[in-house]
């Protein structure tokens, strides 16, 4: 048996995405953040993270991955050089009118899989409320934390021990361990020029420039693993392919005889 065919949406023309579609009715979309990760992790680790994971699904399922989401909002690291958070009404915008033209679209399992965990307030306050008004579709959220419910529960964290676990499995060519030293300075970190005062600091984040593990919120990124990271990753892909794989062929099942 073939293994499923999938795309990146953005890569495909109209004829293309209509046959797609027919074959693999499922969209994937990464919802990401530009934002500070440490020293040692690319600043758009929350939406790679989850585009990668997404590969992974896709290649057992088929379907389209969409765009990756870049703004986003929320979290503790608003005074760091190098984050963008955006205005919540501007994103939630967003995500509502893409989501509804998805569905309108023809694609009959949608997965909005986050990668920056505030995301989940947002997508838990306004796609309830879709998914109701079409319960033909099934639509799929959450980070990879929350999106298995309570069969897996997957920790998570910011640029520590499980965030770096997940990059060295997911994508160790853009992961610099070896980056989380000593003697670095305050210079070019602060956008204001110094670190921000304590009221506006995110507890159990450190903000401490010269310490290795800057930016970070969680145990020490430094006990992290390209082998934790798989089995967690693994777990959550097998989990999610399986659900989706059944309710593609239970939607099959629903669907009228043609006379």
């Known amino acids: 048996m073939a293994d499923p065919q999938w795309h990146y949406y953005h890569e495909l023309r109209p004829d293309e995405l209509a046959e797609c579609r027919d074959t693999s009715p499922v969209a994937y979309w990464p919802l990401g953040l530009l934002e500070h990760h440490g020293w040692h992790l690319p600043v758009g680790f929350d939406g790679i993270k989850a585009d990668r994971i997404c590969v992974r699904l896709a290649e057992r399922t088929g379907g389209v991955i969409f765009p990756t989401m870049w ?17 919540e009404d501007a994103v939630t915008a967003m995500l509502v009118s893409t989501t509804n033209q998805l569905i309108s679209f023809g694609f009959r399992v949608i997965v909005l899989l986050a990668g920056h965990y505030p995301w989940q307030g947002i997508l838990d306050r306004h796609l309830p409320s879709i998914r109701d008004d079409h319960p033909e579709i099934s639509l ?3 980070t990879e934390a929350t999106i298995g419910g309570q069969d897996l529960q997957l920790p ?4 520590a021990k499980e965030e770096t676990s997940y990059g060295l499995a997911l994508f160790p060519e853009l992961v610099d ?17 110094q670190m921000p005062p304590e009221k506006n600091r995110h507890p159990g984040v450190q903000f ?8 970070q919120f969680g145990e020490d990124a430094r006990t992290g693993s390209a082998e934790r990271g798989e089995d967690g990753v693994s777990r959550l ?4 392919s399986h659900d989706i794989n059944m309710s593609l062929r239970s ?9």
């Open 177 to 193: 361990m070896e980056a989380m030293r000593h003697g670095r300075h305050e210079s070019g970190v602060w956008p204001t020029g």
């Open 71 to 87: 703004w986003g909002t929320g979290g503790g690291h608003s005074e760091f050089q190098w984050t963008h958070y955006q205005p």
């Open 237 to 240: 892909v097998q989990y999610l």
């Open 208 to 215: 401490d420039a010269d310490h290795p593990l800057f930016a």
């Open 251 to 259: 939607q099959e099942k629903d669907q009228p005889e043609l006379p």
């Open 156 to 159: 998570g964290d910011h640029a």
């Open 140 to 142: 799929l959220w959450g």
